[in-house]
């Protein structure tokens, strides 16, 4: 009674012919599953989207993030994720391979809530700030999270990563002086050109911001003072709570000492050390 001939393909076959009629659909974009009654029908009862973040350190490298991670940790209702073993506190998710290892195992990383209302979990990712498809693919996954910025002059930004790279031993940061990295050329090698892009590229702050703001609304978006944060951390980190609507608010001026021989401020431990 009809003209259709149904055929089938071993799913190998089947998902490569997929994708030979979708190609847009080999690069997936991860949605929170709890935002689908059918997804989370299907879902194992043992998982829940209170594992996922409340909010996002994004970057850019070098402008304090690493303190500010450190700052926020100290505080009674925020939680970091576990670290990773090749990534360290980063879980870099958003910006690379580990994308497409998927939701489940991002979830890993975070432990289980014990209140999802007031407890606030957050990763920082210090590359998420500049990697292009990272904004669209976390408002997919995390679209009422809040995002964290830390922004210092991008002159300042450029060397400190210059200065990162040589402290690493990199062949071009180690054999050219700054001036040189900066104003090298499209003739220059391809190692000198990508030690110049990773210094200057972060640095194009308005670009960056344009395109999280396409994807995240202006009010769940904080901009830190990079400069502030390192004279002022408590100053930076009341605005921070406030953000964030975490409470209660903790004190940051009882719990943190500036230290006259490293240059800058440290957790205040038991019996007056940090």
């Known amino acids: 009674w009809t003209n259709l001939r149904l055929q089938t393909l071993p799913p190998v076959q089947l998902a490569k012919k997929y994708f030979e009629i979708f190609p847009q659909e080999k690069n997936p974009l991860w949605q929170n599953p709890c935002d689908?009654?059918?997804?989370?029908?299907?879902?194992?009862?043992?998982?829940?989207?209170?594992?996922?973040?409340?909010?996002?350190?994004?970057?850019?490298?070098?402008?304090?993030?690493?303190?500010?991670?450190?700052?926020?940790?100290?505080?009674?209702?925020?939680?970091?994720?576990?670290?990773?073993?090749?990534?360290?506190?980063?879980?870099?998710?958003?910006n690379g391979p580990n994308y497409h290892k998927g939701i489940?195992?991002?979830?890993?990383?975070?432990?289980?809530?014990?209140?999802?209302?007031?407890?606030?979990?957050?990763?920082?990712?210090?590359?998420?700030?500049?990697?292009?498809?990272?904004?669209?693919r976390a408002a997919a996954l995390l679209p009422r999270a809040k995002i964290i910025t830390i922004l210092i002059s991008p002159a300042d930004r450029a060397y400190s990563w210059y200065q990162h790279q040589r402290v690493h031993n990199d062949p071009p940061?180690?054999?050219?002086?700054?001036?040189?990295?900066?104003?090298?050329?499209?003739?220059?090698?391809?190692?000198?050109?990508?030690?110049?892009?990773?210094?200057?590229?972060?640095?194009?702050y308005s670009t960056h911001l344009e395109r999280w703001l396409t994807y995240y609304?202006?009010?769940?978006?904080?901009?830190?003072?990079?400069?502030?944060?390192?004279?002022?951390?408590?100053?930076?980190?009341?605005?921070?709570?406030?953000?964030?609507?975490v409470t209660p608010l903790f004190n940051y001026t009882q719990a943190l000492k500036f230290d006259e021989a490293k240059g800058f401020w440290c957790q205040l431990l038991e019996g007056e050390k940090n």
């Not at 829940?48 to 402008?63: E, M, S, V």
């Not at 209140?115 to 920082?124: I, V």
Request: with cysteine; aromatic share 14%; net charge negative.
């Open 36 to 94: 689908d009654k059918r997804h989370k029908d299907i879902w194992s009862k043992e998982k829940t989207c209170d594992r996922l973040p409340k909010f996002l350190i994004i970057g850019p490298q070098k402008t304090g993030t690493t303190a500010l991670h450190t700052f926020l940790t100290m505080h009674p209702a925020v939680t970091s994720n576990f670290p990773s073993p090749s990534t360290f506190e980063e879980i870099q998710f958003f």
């Open 104 to 136: 489940d195992w991002y979830m890993e990383f975070f432990p289980m809530p014990s209140n999802a209302s007031t407890d606030f979990m957050f990763e920082k990712s210090a590359n998420y700030f500049d990697t292009e498809i990272v904004p669209k």
């Open 173 to 204: 940061a180690l054999n050219y002086t700054f001036y040189e990295v900066i104003t090298a050329g499209p003739q220059s090698s391809k190692e000198l050109r990508n030690l110049q892009s990773r210094c200057l590229l972060p640095g194009w």
């Open 217 to 245: 609304p202006s009010n769940q978006l904080l901009i830190i003072d990079g400069q502030e944060l390192r004279n002022n951390p408590a100053v930076a980190m009341e605005t921070v709570q406030k953000f964030l609507g």
